[in-house]
């Protein structure tokens, strides 16, 4: 199958004080159609500076980005990105931060208006389209940030640790949502986290990378949809990985 | 205490303390609030020097600080934002901002009359010069505080450079150019009064000018009443205008 995201040879290296310094170097990155596609790693290691190489928010000093199997400019295909922190603008209401990113994609001013109704419908924010981000809790603040990036209707979702600083019962039930969300929309989804159980939960495929930006193991994660956070197999998979994963990262 | 009542305990207050001035220094040095208000009253209704009545005067200054806060405002904010978005104009106005906000105001003043033949654009020209530093200041201070995460989201949604301006930058700053403004009406208020006391022959200053050749002081405080009446109005309306634009805040 080609893989409809394709990264080749990606390096990317950032000017410091101390000199240059390698994110990572000769790096492959692929997302199958229609795939849930992980990427876990310590804190620290590169793991958003795949998302935002891919992106185009990072230069790159070398490599190819393709697209349904054309070389592109990175950031040059259809993509929806939910931050870590939702990075809305805390001076316009919740439709009008939707309203932003939809002008930005392009979308004519007439279709606007209902895309937002829509998406913040299915992320259940229906009721707060003329409420301030402030107004919001952190929960909401970030399905506000996936209705932005779905509202764009992206080929691709990149996700940043979206769910990372949100308590454990926001998070989980964000996640159920996002699974729902994935299965109705069939959008690729390129994710990136720290989280193992949550890594397991979430993808078909867990890419590792260790703290020197390098891939050092994938994993398919083969069990059915829907899954349940609390199900014993997905502990199971979860505590046969964290032993590869942890054994490798010493 | 509620603040109309504030105001009133602040004013009683003052005008108390101006009635025992009045007492011990007699009428010559320091005429008494009724005093001052009886002349007011006169200046008010009745016509002055050049039959020009204390209200055509005040229009007169009213309409200079109005041109000025405005010019001022418009250079303040769009060299600001420049500095804020742009390295070069950043670099460019940097060199030149502490030597524009360290030449005396009382110099400019005169030197902008003498130079502009003591026309009315020579009181515009002055105060604009004058003014305009420390709002470009503090409206660049704005501008690179302006949050790069939601910067690096615009980019991420395609979000183009035009509206980047108008719905992060300037609402960003919104806060340090409102300050400005209000920074603005208070300096330019004292410094096209004090232009005109230099050298024209309407506006307040002017008159302050007259009266005082005239050893007439209880003329000058009449008209200087009508002067702070007038600012603590315009900051006051001003406040109000500025809590609603920045009520996103909460």
Redesign the interface.
Known sequence: MTALLEGEDLTVRFETDDGPLTVFEGLDVQVEPGEFLTVMGPSGCGKTTVLNAL???VPLERGTVRYDGEAIEPGEFS???V?Q?P?L????TVAENLA??L????VPEAERGSRIETWLDRVGLADEADS?P??LSGGMRQRVGVA?ALA?DPEVLLMDEPFSSLDDVTGRGLRRDLLELWGETGKEILFVTHDLREAVTLSDRVLFMDAEGAFFDEAEIPHDRPRDFDDPALGETERRLAERFFAELG | MRRWLRVLVTLLAFLLAWQAGALVLGPELLPSPARVAARLAEVLAGTGPRDRGALYHLGRSFARVAVVTVLGLALSTALGLAMGVDDRAERVVAVWLPLWMTVPTLVVVLVSMVLLDFSEWAVVAGVTFVATPFATANVWEGARAVDPALLEMARAFDVGRWDVLREVYLPATLPQVLGSVRYLLGMVWKVVVLAETFGLDEGLGAMFRFWFNQGDVTAILAYLSLFVVVMVALQYGFGAVSDRLLAWQG
Request: proline share 0%; charged share 35%; glycine share 16%.
């Open positions: 992106a185009g928010l993509y929806g990105y931050f922190e990075r603008l805390d001076w316009r932003f990113a002008r930005g994609a392009g301030y402030r107004e932005r764009v």
